[in-house]
């Protein structure tokens, strides 16, 4: 039997719990009253159980920082809104920058909450895509609430946010797959669908790599536009570097500049960017090369000359591991090969990097080591496999002695019972 | 034929059978002492050790350089810092497994693939790698530098 | 022969050779059983030659036992040739122990007097297996480890003590370095010194007593039954189907060598089709049938049951079977070994199936 004290204890406990799951959003007059408002509305309506969860609720914020009005006007809508000064009610488009903004713009104001967090949201977004369409006027753009949500607002970091890497593809496709709303501005809506089969949407989508580039990483965030021309190679070096650097060095790099093409995307593809494959420098359908130039041109001759390096060690390695497994299948070990395997598996990726830098000599120095480690390794699974051959030799030789003897004595018996045989005879 | 020269052939016979057997006997003895002797004498390579290994002498070691050595399966990044000390690391790189190299200038570890970058200590610091780099202890033993795994402690 | 005189006249051998050389084999149509018991002597003394072999270079510890091996088996040379001597020869070795087993079994050899043989010999049997349970696991691979995880758990199902049997065989709770270091000294110390006095025992009583025949056979009377002398003639026929056993096993050596296979890891989970070796397939196998719950019994524990009392009647079978000693066949016995062969046979190729 449980003590009366420890009933009461209980009793007590079970009545804050309720103070305490809200203890952290004041219960003002707006709460007060929407709380009711929203026992009315839909689920996707109940603004203050999407606000509980808020990050401005917990710093404290109340509705009226946002919105204005007095939110110590308990029980009185009139003074609580309508007739106060400050009170701006529901937020405009246009009206959510200078709401935001307010804060977010403020260094000194958000600096009490992080010595590190941006304040030039707004003045990036007025250079976006999104800003200069909103001043000419076009409300089918994206505002803050478009992306951050409006009343659950969640930090970057929080991967239920609409922001965080793994969910921008989807949000930012919420308007730029509609064709409604893209109607006017005239901008294309396959991007998600291209995004989505492409190495990197299937990275970051399916394998939930988040070192995977999602819209924003190519874009921008609020001063999201496309790319110059002339950036691309930036935009997409910020990851492939080395890629970057080969190409802006090779003789390519100033042709497409001057006529207007986006380096990598010429290429590769910009939403639809599907993993590369040995085909482009192949003088054939997936040629990347035969759209610009004809047969007659030395480009021709490069390509090809690549081609061929990349698929001399495509094969090779292919030769060898066929080896070293056929030796491991005759129960040699072989963990030593398999370094040489991996090597020339490591040289051929650094190859297809280095064709970036459209320089035969320069490719075909980097592929040298290739080469070797596959010849490493089908050196190794030969004397493996020689090895096998040596153990069959002796195990014949040893038979062959095994049976000789056994014969010999077989012999030497038989003798014996002849002896015994004639001596009792 | 004669007894005698009956009992003389069987004789013969007999020592013949004798020294086939004989034959036989060394024959099948030395085919199973050669193996298990040479079974004995140690290989050069006194034991396939995979808690530690030697990757060379400091000398071989240039200040600001890097090796990248065998530790058993993996493939580890031994580094000689400016100021003189050794660091060991995976060589794998925590995104998609290429190697790593080491950045002389910044004393930084640089993955190829994707931009990966990691201080010195083998923390993954900018890109995207989602993990440090594992951590090796390398000793120094009479000008020897001996890698070996960490201590669990 | 001058060694013999050399020891002789220092100590008398004189009335062994007499003995040794009276010894004769019995010839019948069951004469060719007689080779299963020297042949598994063979196979035992193949298996401490190449045992000690590779004891001089393997290493236990969870840490280098696999290493060891792997080191043994691709740095040493011949090497490959000991260990896989000693892997197939310790199948074989159980295998043929079986077969003697059976043999003597059905020739009803264990009748007085030589139930004493038959008790040494049921012995040295649980003692191979012994052997074969311990050093399965000295590799340390993965397939060893989840093997001896599962054939321990086993013993943690006999009522009352097990949990103090699973924790003396496991030097623990679990299958870890402790059990390998506590499996490589009952392998290579314990069994060895065990087995050796027991095989001393058993082999005495066989050349004291002589070789036994079947009932049927000793109805015959002594003059009309056809034998050959133990040596040379016997003996060099002994020597003949050791060495054809020798090749066969460096045949199997060669070309079917046994795969080491990834290191045990405790931490990763058990991959499919575990299971432990051949010789205990059928025993695995009836455990995994047997309903949860027989009668008031839980299931396990009523296949230990049945397998304890099921071995102690075969260990028996000399005093139970009495009628044997007065050349009476009772078709019992003679079903009962032989629906224990069919249930073996069974069971293990049902393992094998699934």
């Given at each position: ?425 | ?153 | ?32 059983w007689?080779?299963l018991g020297?042949v598994s002597?063979?196979l035992f003394?193949?298996q ?38 000693h892997s197939w020869s310790a199948n074989l070795f159980i295998l043929f122990v079986f077969f003697h087993m059976f043999t003597v079994f059905f020739a009803k050899a264990y ?7 038959w008790i040494s010999g049921m012995i040295l049997l649980l003692l191979s297996l012994g052997f074969g349970f311990s050093g399965y696991l000295l590799p340390?691979n993965e397939l060893a480890y989840f093997a001896t995880k599962v054939g321990s758990d086993i013993a943690g199902a006999i009522p009352?003590?097990g949990?103090?049997a699973l924790?003396?065989l496991r030097?623990?709770?679990?299958v ?7 499996f490589?000294?009952i392998h290579?110390?314990?069994l060895?010194?065990?087995f ?56 199997l050596?060669?070309?079917f060598?046994w795969e080491?296979g ?8 058990a991959p499919a089709g575990i299971r432990p070796e051949w010789y205990f397939m059928f025993m695995f196998q009836t455990l995994k049938y047997i309903p949860a719950h027989v009668l008031?019994i839980e299931g396990e524990l009523f296949g230990i049951l049945l397998f304890s009392i099921g071995g102690f009647i075969w260990f028996m079978v000399p005093?139970l079977d ?9 078709p019992f016995w003679t079903w009962f070994g032989i629906l224990l062969i069919i249930y073996m046979i069974v069971f293990t190729a049902w393992g094998y199936l699934t």
């Open positions: 039997m449980i003590k009366r004290s420890y009933w009461l204890l209980i009793g007590l406990l079970f009545s804050f719990s309720t103070l305490i799951a809200d203890s952290t959003l004041k219960k003002d007059a707006c709460v007060s009253c929407h709380i009711e408002v929203d026992e009315e509305n839909d689920d996707e309506d109940k603004i203050v159980s999407y606000y509980k969860s808020d990050l401005h609720v917990k710093l404290g914020f109340s509705c009226a920082d946002c919105h204005g009005g007095d939110p110590e006007a308990y029980d009185d809508e009139d003074e609580a809104m309508w007739e106060n000064d400050t009170f701006i009610g529901v937020i405009e488009k246009e009206e959510q920058l200078e709401v935001c903004g307010k804060c977010h713009s403020n260094p000194v104001f958000m600096r009490q909450y992080s010595t590190d967090i941006k304040v030039d949201q707004v003045t990036q977004y007025l250079t976006s895509g999104h800003g200069i369409a909103l001043e000419n006027g076009n409300e089918n753009v994206a505002v803050c609430s478009s992306c951050h949500g409006v009343h659950g607002i969640l930090p970057v970091d929080d991967p239920r946010a609409p922001v965080y890497a793994k969910n921008i593809p989807k949000t930012c496709s919420k308007c730029h797959s509609d064709e409604t709303v893209m109607f006017e501005s005239g901008l294309p809506t396959n991007q998600f669908t291209e995004y989505e089969m492409s190495v990197h949407g299937m990275a970051l989508l399916d394998r939930g790599d988040i070192g995977a580039p999602a819209c924003n990483d190519c874009h921008g965030n609020h001063g999201a536009s496309p790319p110059y021309v002339s950036n691309v190679d930036q935009i997409c070096g910020t990851c492939h570097s080395n890629n970057k650097d080969l190409f802006q060095k090779s003789h390519l790099n100033d042709i497409f500049l001057s006529k207007g093409l986006g380096q990598c995307e010429a290429c590769h593809g910009n939403h639809d960017i599907a993993k590369p494959t040995d085909e482009f420098l192949n003088w054939a359908d997936e040629s990347t090369c035969k759209p610009c130039h004809e047969d007659s041109h030395p480009a021709k001759a490069l390509a090809l000359s690549f081609y061929q390096t990349i698929d001399s060690l495509k094969t090779g390695l292919e030769h060898a591991r066929k080896m070293v497994e056929k030796a491991e299948h005759k129960g040699m070990i072989v963990s030593n090969l398999l370094f040489d395997l991996d090597d020339a598996k490591k040289a051929l990726i650094h190859t297809r990097t280095n064709i970036h830098s459209f320089n035969k000599a320069f490719v075909d120095t980097g592929a040298a080591p290739g080469f070797q480690s596959i010849q490493a390794a089908i050196i190794g699974a030969k004397e493996s496999l020689e090895e096998v051959e040596y153990r069959k030799k002796g195990l014949f030789i040893f038979s062959l002695i095994i049976t000789f003897f056994v014969i010999a004595i077989g012999f030497k018996i038989n003798e014996w019972k002849k002896q015994r045989e004639s001596a009792s005879n | 034929m004669s007894q005698t020269k009956r009992s003389e052939v069987k004789k013969e016979r007999r020592s013949f059978l004798n020294t086939l057997l004989k034959t036989g006997l060394v024959a099948w003895v030395a085919s199973v002492i050669y193996p298990v002797a040479r079974f004995l004498i140690p290989p050069k390579m006194a034991e396939l050790n995979v808690s530690s290994i030697e990757v060379g002498l400091i000398s071989d070691f240039p200040k600001s350089s890097s090796k990248i050595v065998r530790f058993g399966r993996k493939p580890i990044i031994v580094i000689r810092k400016e100021s003189g000390d050794f660091k060991a690391l995976e060589a794998t790189c925590t995104h998609l497994d290429c190697n790593v190299q080491f950045k002389s200038e910044t004393e930084q570890i640089w993955c190829a693939c994707h931009n990966g970058l990691y201080d010195i200590e083998g923390k993954n610091i900018s890109g995207p790698p989602p993990k440090p780099l594992a951590q090796f202890k390398v000793d120094i033993a009479r000008e020897k530098i001996i890698v070996s795994q960490m201590d669990l402690s | 022969m001058k060694i013999y005189e050399w020891i002789n006249e220092r100590v008398d051998i004189s009335s062994i050779k007499k003995i040794a050389l009276k010894k004769r084999v019995p010839i019948f149509y069951g004469t060719i007689y080779y020297g002597l063979f003394m193949i401490v030659f190449t045992g000690i072999l590779l004891v001089l270079y393997y290493q236990p510890g969870a840490e280098t036992a696999y290493e060891s091996v792997k080191f043994i088996i691709s740095r040493v040379e011949f090497g490959w040739l000991i260990r896989e001597v009748r007085k007097p030589r139930e004493m043989t340390w009352i003590i949990d103090f924790r003396l030097s623990g709770d679990e870890s370095g402790a059990t390998l270091t506590r490589y000294g290579t110390a314990l060895p010194g065990i050796t006095v027991m095989l001393g025992l058993h082999l005495i009583l066989v050349q004291v007593q002589g070789m036994s025949v079947p009932p049927e056979i000793e109805k015959i009377p002594e003059k009309e039954r056809k034998s050959i002398p133990f040596f040379p003639d016997f003996a060099l026929q002994d020597a003949m189907a050791w060495l054809i056993v020798l090749n066969i096993i460096a045949l050596a060669v070309f060598p080491l990834p290191k045990a890891d405790p931490l990763a989970s008031f005093f009495k009628k044997a000693h007065e050349g009476i066949r009772t």
